[in-house]
């Protein structure tokens, strides 16, 4: 092609104006707006603590041990004690179940339960005086079961001075006497009660109140009492010959077991009884040198209240079952002798017991435990009704609060339950003996959850994100499984399918930057946790805002 020439017209391109990114506010576009909103997991809806699993599942992932037990101690300060004992409810009904296996989270919060343990330090905070006094508030805890240990560090921790008083020789409670050792390690139980003194916690053991002490007494010399007695006590079998030597609470039973009072047991035994006490008296009683052990129920196996983790343990302790069958009388001159059944038809929880006319047996015995229910001592040690009921505090003459707390209001639960009782008890008694806003959250323990709160489902996750595998036996490798159900934890999936480029991150998270999102959904679609969906826009003079 040839030069151009002096006098040729010389072609130039037009000049193209281009507008920045930034400035190009493609948000307008957009008629969906992406949200973030945490959700209530699964596993957290089942728990009897509402404890916040995804949230210290999240920093076991990272290895921060330290973090998770200051996330999981607001909910649950015994992860050691329920991570061996709880009967894991949670699991039941894990989202990771859906997509492989359910998630061990017991055996997780077992290994950040046993780390605080070995890890823990002495972590004084300043004695809050209480409202008009001149000294931290005082408060007496009667019971050192898991609701009354659970209330005592949270309350110690708020910056009260707390004194437990517990009627047995040995502090816990029924986790002392009533949870078999196979279950609960004796060693550590007694770490968690050692931690709790270190702390400043005054436990004192064999003190009866009503006995040694006058409820009265303890009044005068504290701002709260609070009630956690338990549902200690079993029900009679109500039956010919139930008071006949041999014949033994489950209850009763455990405690001498457990306490090593040495009880005898020996020749065959029969537990009367489907719940988890019944359970965890009859593998006690194969596990002790019994000959022959019979756990008789009168429904079916399927009916049995007792957990499905606990019935295949005593079968392997070789407790025999039978099922469908009453107890009917108890036979001996000086002692058990033998018990007599009759069989009964099938039926439900709730359903009338109908006896089959001619049809029973006969089971040749030396002791027979009975464990059909069992009862606490709170109205007979507090007259007063609205304690009896646990429905709120009462203040008696001496300006002393009471409250009740666990097991002896709700009836015979479980530890969890037990130790969510002392924490709402524990938040209760907070109200009262402080000032609102004289207590720094981090000293409050975590409220329970307010009704409504939206479950996240399944179908919002994504779990294509995660391989598919079973269950690990590292518990950092199998936090690192869990899909923070509900919860953001700033995985920055979202970022990274954003084809607009309107996520960036600030200040620890991720942040959207509505100016430019066009409201397409994939960050929504791809959300492993679920917590992001989509809302219209809704803008003034628009048909959408007229809908």
């Not at 002495?122 to 009354?148: C, F, M, Q, T, Y």
């Not at 006690?284 to 079916?300: I, K, Q």
């Not at 229910?373 to 304690?387: A, K, N, R, Y």
């Not at 607009?500 to 959300?527: M, P």
Request: with cysteine; proline share 7%.
């Amino acid at each position: 092609m040839p030069l151009p020439g002096k006098n040729d017209t010389l072609y130039l391109p037009p000049v193209i104006e281009t507008i920045p990114t930034l400035v190009n506010k493609t948000g307008l576009w957009r008629f969906l707006t992406p949200v973030r909103k945490d959700k209530l997991s699964p596993c957290r809806a089942l728990c009897p603590l509402e404890s916040g699993i995804p949230l210290w599942m999240e920093k076991v992932k990272k290895g921060n041990w330290k973090q998770a037990w200051q996330v999981m101690e607001r909910f649950n300060p015994f992860p050691a004690l329920t991570g061996y004992a709880c009967y894991q409810f949670c699991r039941s009904e894990c989202s990771r179940g859906k997509w492989d296996e359910a998630l061990n989270i017991r055996e997780i919060e077992k290994a950040v339960g046993l780390w605080r343990q070995e890890n823990y330090r002495l972590d004084r905070v300043e004695k809050r005086p209480a409202r008009g006094k001149n000294h931290p508030p005082r408060v007496v805890v009667i019971g050192s079961g898991p609701a009354g240990l659970s209330s005592a560090y949270y309350l110690s921790r708020m910056g009260a001075e707390v004194t437990v008083l517990e009627k047995e020789p040995a502090a816990g409670g029924l986790l002392a006497t009533g949870i078999p050792g196979y279950r609960l390690p004796r060693m550590v139980l007694e770490k968690e009660l050692t931690i709790l003194q270190d702390e400043g916690i005054i436990i004192k053991t064999g003190v009866e109140v009503g006995k040694d002490f006058l409820l009265n007494d303890l009044a005068a010399n504290c701002e709260a009492l609070l009630l956690a007695v338990g549902a200690g006590r079993d029900r009679r079998l109500h039956v010919p010959g139930d008071n006949l030597p041999g014949v033994m609470g489950a209850i009763e039973f455990l405690k001498e077991i457990n306490l090593s009072r040495g009880a005898n047991v020996s020749g065959t035994v029969v537990v009367v009884g489907g719940g988890n006490a019944a359970v965890d008296a009859a593998t006690a009683a194969a596990l002790s040198g019994a000959e022959e052990v019979f756990l008789v129920y009168r429904r079916s196996k399927e009916a049995m209240p007792a957990h499905p983790e606990e019935v295949q343990a005593a079968g392997e302790a070789g407790v025999q079952f039978l099922f469908n069958a009453v107890l009917d009388e108890i036979h001996g001159s000086l002692r058990v002798e033998k018990a007599s059944f009759s069989k009964v038809q099938p039926s439900q929880r709730g359903d009338e017991i109908r006896r089959i006319p001619g049809e029973g047996f006969t089971i040749e015995c030396q002791m027979i435990i009975a464990a059909t229910g069992q009862q606490g001592s709170l109205p007979g040690l507090v007259p007063l009704p609205e304690i009896a009921a646990g429905k709120d505090a009462a203040f008696l003459e001496t300006g002393c609060c009471l409250l009740a707390a666990g097991d002896a209001v709700t009836g015979p639960s479980n530890i969890a339950s037990a130790i969510f009782g002392g924490r709402r008890a524990a938040l209760k008694l907070a109200e009262i003996l402080w000032e609102t806003g004289d207590l720094e959250s981090s000293l409050l323990p975590a409220p329970a959850l307010k009704k409504g709160q939206g479950l996240v489902s399944f179908a919002s996750l994504n779990p294509s994100l995660y391989p598919q595998q079973r269950a690990l036996t590292h518990p950092q490798e199998e936090a690192a499984r869990c899909f923070g159900c509900g919860n953001c934890h700033n995985c920055g999936v979202c970022w990274a399918f954003c084809p607009d480029l309107a996520i960036e991150y600030r200040n620890g998270s991720y942040e959207f930057q509505l100016d430019y999102c066009k409201g397409c959904g994939i960050c929504a679609a791809e959300c492993p946790a679920g917590v992001l969906f989509m809302e219209e826009v809704h803008r003034p003079g628009t048909k959408i805002n007229e809908r």
